[in-house]
């Protein structure tokens, strides 16, 4: 059994799945939970997962707020908000957890994520972890998982082989579980390899009128589009690394990305559009806008995020 405690901070769709996996594998899970802490403190998480088979995870310990949790000292904290930071600066709200053994692992979308986390607490090892997951909460404390469940993570800046040591005990939990692990010694190009998918699908699935990516990819000018975002983002992405981003499953380039998701059995509903639908702010400042900056600052144009962004920042503001 692993000797480990975990602080788990936003205890959703995606966090359910991975702190479950976790305390199968002997860690003990202290879940925040925030909308759906009733119905979890009352009946747990009811998962069906094609994954891992259908049950009810009741975590070590559910609670409404970090502050309810102090009292523990956790060997990490696992942050699995949404990334807003045109909003707030939300990396305070776990400063009362954090202890001299605690590692960071921030499982968010977009570029520039880690930088509030590593400014206020420069001392404590910060993680960038990039998750693909097809899963939903229809409703509180019910988990709707697919076959899909894996996750990349690198360690931020400067770190010691005692961080990694640590890092890699607990990416042998998840991968015993069958939650696939890799630890990687950039993660950055894997980020923006990410944000290909993003930037492009994410974002004109709202901007569109609401489409699926069926609908997206069934009407030629709207896959045009979704082709010239994501030429943007592999041109400023390699500009930034300095090389070629990685393949993913030998998936490479905007055609690669377009016919992978094209021949998908089922149409995938975007977590932006999700979110739109819910009136639920949207993650455009991490995955358009922040990229769009170090777009200026390298010099180059992309008109085409450029446009997109625009749009989506008015649509939200007559939605939310």
């Known amino acids: ?24 594998g002997g ?39 970090v ?3 102090i009292g523990t000292e956790f060997d990490f904290i696992i942050f699995c908000t949404k990334a807003l930071p045109n909003l707030s600066d939300n990396s305070d709200i776990i400063s009362s957890a954090v202890g001299p053994r605690t590692i960071i692992l921030l499982i968010q979308n977009g570029i520039g994520i880690e930088e509030p986390f590593h400014a206020r607490y420069p001392h404590t090892p910060i993680v960038s972890v990039i998750s693909y997951i097809d899963v ?20 931020y800046g400067n770190h010691n082989d005692s961080t990694k040591h640590r890092l890699d005990a607990l990416s042998k939990v998840w991968n015993s579980q069958g939650a696939l692990c ?31 990516t069926r609908e997206m990819l069934d009407n030629p000018q709207c896959k045009e589009l979704l082709r010239n975002i994501m030429r943007e983002v592999y041109c400023i992405g390699e500009a930034v690394t300095g090389a070629p981003l990685p393949e993913r499953m030998g998936i490479s380039g905007p055609d690669g990305f377009i016919d992978e998701t094209d021949k998908r059995d089922v149409a995938v ?18 995955i358009l806008n922040r990229p ?25 503001k007559t939605n939310v």
């Open 67 to 69: 502050e309810a949790a």
């Open 269 to 286: 509903e975007p977590s932006m559009l999700m979110d739109y639908r819910a009136r639920r702010p949207m993650e455009h400042d991490v």
């Open 136 to 155: 939903s909460q229809p409703e509180p404390g019910i988990i709707e998982h697919g076959s899909i469940s894996s996750l990349l993570m690198g360690i």
């Open 292 to 316: 769009l900056q170090v777009a200026r600052q390298l010099g180059i144009h992309a008109p085409y995020m450029e446009a997109v962004y625009a749009m989506l920042v008015m649509v939200e």
């Open 1 to 24: 059994m692993a000797d480990i405690n975990v602080l788990l901070v936003g205890t959703g769709a995606l966090g359910s799945i991975y702190a479950w996996r976790l305390q199968e």
């Open 182 to 212: 890799k630890v990687v010694n950039d993660i950055q190009p894997f980020r923006w390899l990410k944000l290909v998918w993003n930037a492009s699908f994410n974002t004109v699935s709202v901007v569109s009128g609401g489409n699926n």
């Open 27 to 65: 860690v003990r899970v202290t879940c925040v939970c925030r909308s759906n802490y009733a119905a979890v403190e009352r009946s747990g998480f009811r998962i069906k997962s094609d994954m891992y088979g259908n049950g009810t995870y009741r975590p070590t310990r559910v609670v409404p707020t």
